[in-house]
């Protein structure tokens, strides 16, 4: 770039979006001449008043720009200007391509560029017009919607997030580099949102950096007061305990290993305890942690006294008097107003009484130490939860016992730590986030997370002040330690052109530094071994655990060799071998070592006392063992340092969990380790294996046995390294808002060593063929993240295909499917309609898939529209096997599409397959005698910038005829509350809804949720375009509501009310938003839960209306 361009933008102090901007108007920088800077800024300044061409010659060159996708969010103001087609062109990209880490986050720069964040999630709804009255929102966002303050939250976040890196002691230093960061925060902010914008945010945006810079002075005067020379009292540390003392009462410390958890736990009891006790009120702490924790950090003793007491003196405060609960008498002690802080194991936790020997079997629901703590509950001010994340399994007795903790809780002081708080899927958040807070997410206690359901809470929670993180990158930083852990040297290398490197490349998925595999040959006679088990056709349940140790013993030799190796060029490392396994490995290794000359190995697994470990660990920590071979035993709150010495960690069984590796490499990449970590993946491979594998198959598939279709020609090592590999992707996937297809598609990945998670075992005798059930479910499993995007990308989406296999099977109509009932439905109330004197000769099916209500009802024809080609042309190939008659299709997409012969088709009685979008229906106004769409409206986008469901709506009235009625079915997930909302948007689209229902499928034996249908009448012809964008609400969100079987169906709302019985004369549906509930028999017959029928219900309301 000229010289004297720089100049000119150093001078004016512009950043370099500057030159993004010159570049989207069709500059070249290196080209640019201050001229066309002069131009450029004058377009900056004015781009309010820029003509209709000039608007659209901007926008063409966005457009046309390949950068358009990473600036998007920076230049939302400009197209947000430039009428629909900008508008439109922002909104369809905003999620789906600019992404947005909506974390707060960035640990590169020392200032965050806030707007990146707050752009990609819509800023409309804090906007101010010129006037300084609210405008409606150009980009609407359901995020913005969820929680208005996220802004606020963001910024504070900034802050935080910078000043938890701070490495000065000098508190002057603090204080001035907390003003440089309000003044960058500010600047970045308010200048990249462009120069006619800034004013509409300066006040609030000026506030809100006001309030966080004076509470981070707080924290400044804070850390001076506690700060001892006993103690090296971290900035981050202070920054936690200041919030969870003085700002919350409830906070997730989801920190790396060894950032200094436990002292953040301690150092806020302690001074919680002094605060409450001067003031006489209850002050007591509990602090639940694993045994090993408990013994080895919590509960650990050193010259008699508690280790932990260390952290409290350093404040200053006196030592606390601890009960560690060993036994069921120490509960006993809980009561003594000497005890200052109660520990428990949650192993207690998970004990139900018919454990002990002697109690009685009927008392197995209550758990004798949980009774004991929440009898003297009211003594207590806080709850600590260390390695929060075992707590994931909600149907665990320790997750079900500890639910009477937490809903004890909801006014103490609660504090969740861990640092792997997804350890695995994205489901196991559940129960964090109800822990966190218990009256939000009190739907969590016994229902797993769904990211597709609920795609805003975990985004908010990890946004806010409430949640605090440190990475790898940060403990580097802070603690000063040496590089982070990698591979060793030339592994990486080696492994690129392995085919599993490939495969993962080609899917777009990074692999991290320290987690490329050593891929080593496996001996001929291990591989003949597992090829005679892998191609036994045996049940998996026997061949896994097989060939898991075949592997590992295959392993052996080459980790000796591996050993000797790193002895040679390194005699002073430290080594540490991990296995899942004991049996068939452990003594076999340690001989193979020993056979090598190294005698010092020792050993940590389940079978070793906790004490023992310890002191192994202490002797590993100190060089007097140089050797370990250890198991997930040592996975946490064990340090295994070695000080200068380099440690390396072989790992010989990979892991599925991500959090087991996170956990394990956790124990040497910590404070005191100078020397390198180096991580050894060992994973076995063999060419010959595969070429057995594929000619095996391939005689399989020749003799007319299907093979999957996700088949690869490995080993189960292999196929474990891809799956957790895809996790880690997925995690770091999960904190954006966009590319949510690919999230939900990576969490469905499963979690251990089980034939659903290994892709290379071969079809088993204790597999199943799908049924017509199964493939309709894997149907709309697959397009859940397509849900509310544009019904063009739902109907292009390679995932559609599934829904199109599901809806092909022609058992669907022949079996007890949610198809099949609905369309029963349906049909029982077109003809109670026309039972009430109505003539219905004209229907229309909206979203029919494969044409299934036109199938369903035999006699009547019926139009059947989708966006779909695939569905409707297979609908007409059924419809001929069916009827006889294939019906016809039209193409309204297509040139040669004749509206005419379409509506004659229509008024001679043919089943029409019509291929349109139904936010534009190709037929006349007032054509249709009834209209229903099933399942169908959520494949539509509502908000972001789009309005299909609305417009949906709005066609549905014009081709509807006066007086005429239709009904929606939506999913039984769909909430009630947006359910209630959705009825009342139809009445301001010129609808009356006369009734919404709750329908039950059932079966010989279960009865399950179905649907919910509404039922309305058209009442007025409405022309006048779409109202507000909020009116329509999220049609699907997670279900708040289930069904369970028995005579008298009973509704149960969680979260709300408890469950009731299921024999209650009073359904709690009643009491809700939809009055009663209908069931539909396997036989086809509809069986009423209420009094009256659902033909008396439909005449009942049409001969009120007449």
Known sequence: MKPEVMNWILERDYSIDFINFASKLGYVPNDLRVEDLETIEELMQDFFELSDLDKTNLVKALKDSKLVKRVIEKYSPFLQQFGEEGNKFLAERLLDEAGGDILGVTKVRPSISTIETVLNLGYCDIEFGPSGEKEEPLIPSELLRYNPKILENIIEKDFINYFQGETSYDIEEVRENLKLTN???????????????????????????????????????????????????????????????NQIKRGAVTDVTAAGKTFTLMSTFALLNEKYSKQGKPSKGLIIAPNQAIHSVWGYKKDGEFDVNKYVKSLGLDPLNI?????????????????????INYAKLSLQDYDYSGEDFEERDSNYYIRNLLEHFDNFSFVGVDEAHKLKNIRSNSSVNFKSLVDRSRDKHFILSTATVIPNRLKDIGFFLYMLNPEKYSLYSDQTFELQYDIYSLFNEKNSTKWFDLSQEDLQQIFKLGPLPSVADGVKEKSLDSKLVKELEEANIEIPDDQYPFIYDMAEDFVKRYYEEWSDLGTCLNKVPKLNRILLESSIKPIADLVEEIKSKDSNAQITIFSHLKNGFVDEMIDEIKSRGYSDVGVINGDTSVEKRAELATKYQNNEIQNLIGSTAISESFSLTSGKANNYCIVAQPPFVPGDYVQMIGRFYRNTQEGLVKVYHMIPHSDKLSEMQEKFVKEMSEGGVNVRKTWKPRNIYEDAFLKRIQRIHLQKRAGKIANMDEVIRLSEIGDSYSEENLPSLIPSKDLEKKTAIDELRGGYKAVRCVQGKPIDEVVESIRFGKLIEGYSNRELLSTNTVVRNTGLMIEEIISSIENSGYKINSILDIGSGTSILARICKDRPVVSLDASEYMLLKGQELMKQEKGNPGKYYDALSSDFSLDNLVHDIEEGENIHLRARAQKMPLPDESIDFVSSSYALMYNQQGFGRRDVERIILETNRVLKM?????????????????????????NYGFNVLDVKNVNSSSSDNTTGLCYYLFFQKVENYDKGLGKWDDCPPLILYKDRKVVGGDKSVMISLGKKEK?????????IDEEFCARTYEIKANGRIRYTSDETLRDNIQNLIGGKQ
């Open 963 to 987: 007086n005429s009625y239709g009904v929606f079915v939506l999913p039984n997930k769909s909430k009630s509350e947006n359910l209630e909302k959705f009825s009342e948007m139809l009445s």
């Open 183 to 245: 003044e960058l925060v500010r600047r970045n902010f308010l200048s990249q949102i462009g120069f006619k914008d800034a004013h509409k945010f300066n006040s609030k945006i000026e506030k809100s950096l006001e309030e966080t810079l004076s509470r981070m002075n707080d924290v400044v005067d804070f850390y001076e007061k506690y700060k001892s020379e006993d103690m090296n009292w971290m900035w981050h540390q202070a920054i936690r305990t200041f919030y969870l003392t």
């Open 1060 to 1068: 009731q019985k299921q024999n209650n004369e009073e359904s709690l």
């Open 323 to 343: 009960l560690v609960i060993n036994n069921r008498k120490d509960c006993e002690k809980i009561s003594d107003p000497n005890v200052d802080l109660v520990m």
